[in-house]
């Protein structure tokens, strides 16, 4: 079935360096992979997606691009603030036309240090 | 944001009790979803409902049951409370299944504490 990997953390920066948290998947056709983000003490939002291969999903300086030949969906930004700190999760869906369901990863913790 | 409560934001309970929570949502979307959060885990489904009375089971549904009497509320119920049932659920809408371009919105989530 469809899975999700990604890099385990928790993972600490400094402020205004440089973050990849890594994801690879495994799934059979063409799922569409998203990032949400879990601050502390709230539910998941939606950070960034991509449909297809080779799209670049990007938001509030986050960025990820659809590698279909290496199957992974890594997640960067060129200079982090101490307000990213949070719970980071990669997901995929499945790859039907219609398939409603979510697979998602294990989540990676990120705490940004002033 | 798709107006999603749920109820009650946090509960204790004793082994051996039911248990129910409560998802509610004010933007008519189609689909309702339940999750539970463990650490090492990431979001695993329990249950999702895809309109009135349609229900199926996600990957960890064992322990859990869930109904959907109207549109905006999806119910999950812990018929016998255990100890491994101790968690942090979400429940999750989707506004139209079959569309790439959108996507699943969250609840704030409900801290269980099974005792």
């Known amino acids: 079935g469809d899975s999700v990997t990604q890099m385990e953390g928790p993972v600490t920066l400094s402020e205004e360096a440089f973050l990849t948290i890594n994801c690879t998947y495994t799934a059979t056709g063409y799922p569409s992979l998203f990032w949400y983000v879990q601050y502390p003490g709230e539910g998941l939002q939606l950070l960034l997606k991509?449909?297809?291969?080779?799209d670049k999903g990007s938001n509030k300086g986050f960025e990820a691009t659809y590698r279909k030949e290496t199957t992974s969906f890594h997640l960067e930004k060129g200079s982090v603030q101490v307000s990213d700190s949070a719970v980071y999760f990669c997901a995929l869906t499945g790859t039907n036309f219609g398939n409603e369901k979510l697979t998602f990863g294990t989540g990676t913790r990120l705490t940004i240090i002033p | 944001d798709a107006g999603i409560t749920q109820s009650p934001r946090h509960k204790v309970t004793e082994t051996g009790t039911p248990v129910t929570l409560r998802c509610h949502q004010t933007?008519?979307?189609?689909?309702m979803y339940w999750y539970r959060q463990d650490p090492g885990h990431g979001l695993r489904l329990i249950h999702y409902s895809y309109g009135v009375k349609d229900t199926d089971k996600g990957e960890v549904s064992d322990g859990y049951s869930v109904s959907r009497s109207k549109t905006e509320d999806f119910l999950l119920t812990l018929e016998s409370a255990t100890s491994s049932q101790t968690s942090v659920y979400f429940c999750?809408?989707?506004?139209?299944?079959?569309?790439?371009?959108?996507?699943?919105?969250f609840g704030p989530g409900t801290r269980l504490t099974v005792l």
């Open positions: 933007e008519n979307h189609r689909y």
């Open positions: 991509a449909t297809k291969a080779d």
């Open positions: 999750a809408t989707w506004s139209s299944a079959g569309s790439f371009q959108d996507t699943q919105y």
